[in-house]
């Protein structure tokens, strides 16, 4: 496909097959990473414009949901990927909102911790704007947009965003850019 036929079979709904695994930045104890699960939910809007929304879990099927980010902005299609014909790198610019909704109460606890200044008190299914705000625990600086330097590739109606480096670094740079595929979302009818 071109950029111009990937960007518009990309318009749509899309999901997380099953709970995801990704290694988180933080560490345990004894210097490993430890997992981070979620799900995806993303919708391709026209004009390059998109949401996300992904649902962070305790346990590795999903069964205890942490808290739920809903990001909204734009994609900005920067060419050719290597890492499958088709594929094309794309920056994910969360510079319209990006919100953030405890569903476990010790998530929530955990906000009032580490994100209490400048927020209200942190409750479990209250959603609050972290756009363009300082949160530490998301390493988001006052003023800041969120971006990931990432990938799309769609292969049999399943759209491919890149693997998180294994060290747990984020797509937060251009030299952070995956170089491989995650597990994909399937389209939604």
Same mark, same amino acid.
């Given at each position: 496909?071109?950029?111009?036929e990937?960007?518009?079979?990309?318009?749509?709904?899309?999901?997380?097959?099953?709970?995801?695994?990704? %290694?988180?930045?933080?560490?345990?104890?004894?210097?490993? /990473?430890?997992?981070?699960?979620?799900?995806?939910?993303?919708?391709?809007?026209?004009?390059?414009?998109? =949401?996300?929304?992904?649902?962070?879990?305790?346990?590795?099927?999903?069964?205890? %949901?942490?808290?739920?980010?809903? /990001?909204?902005?734009?994609? =900005?299609?920067?060419?050719?990927?290597?890492?499958?014909?088709?594929?094309?790198?794309?920056?994910?610019?969360?510079?319209?909102?990006? =919100?953030?909704?405890? /569903?476990? $109460? +010790?998530?929530?606890? +955990?906000?009032? $911790?580490l #994100?209490?200044?400048?927020? *209200?008190?942190?409750?479990?299914?209250?959603?609050?704007?972290?756009?363009?705000?300082?949160?530490?625990?998301? +390493?988001?600086?006052?003023?800041?947009?969120?971006?990931?330097?990432?990938?799309?590739?769609?292969?049999?109606?399943?759209?491919?965003?890149g #693997?998180?480096?294994?060290?747990?670094?984020?797509?937060?740079? *251009?030299?952070?850019?995956?170089?491989?595929?995650?597990?994909?979302?399937?389209? $939604?009818?």
């Open positions: 496909m071109t950029t111009e990937l960007k518009k079979y990309s318009l749509g709904k899309w999901e997380s097959i099953t709970p995801e695994i990704r %290694p988180s930045s933080s560490k345990n104890n004894d210097g490993t /990473l430890r997992p981070f699960y979620l799900s995806r939910k993303f919708t391709g809007l026209a004009d390059d414009k998109f =949401e996300l929304i992904v649902t962070t879990f305790a346990d590795p099927f999903g069964k205890v %949901p942490l808290a739920q980010m809903t /990001l909204r902005g734009h994609m =900005e299609w920067k060419g050719d990927h290597p890492i499958a014909q088709s594929a094309q790198k794309v920056n994910f610019f969360a510079d319209e909102s990006y =919100e953030l909704t405890p /569903l476990l $109460q +010790g998530f929530a606890d +955990g906000m009032n $911790q #994100a209490g200044e400048g927020f *209200e008190k942190w409750e479990v299914n209250k959603t609050q704007s972290i756009f363009k705000k300082k949160f530490p625990p998301f +390493g988001l600086l006052d003023g800041q947009i969120f971006v990931e330097y990432d990938l799309i590739y769609i292969c049999n109606d399943m759209m491919f965003w #693997a998180r480096n294994i060290d747990g670094r984020g797509f937060d740079t *251009e030299e952070n850019r995956p170089t491989n595929l995650q597990i994909p979302l399937v389209r $939604q009818k």
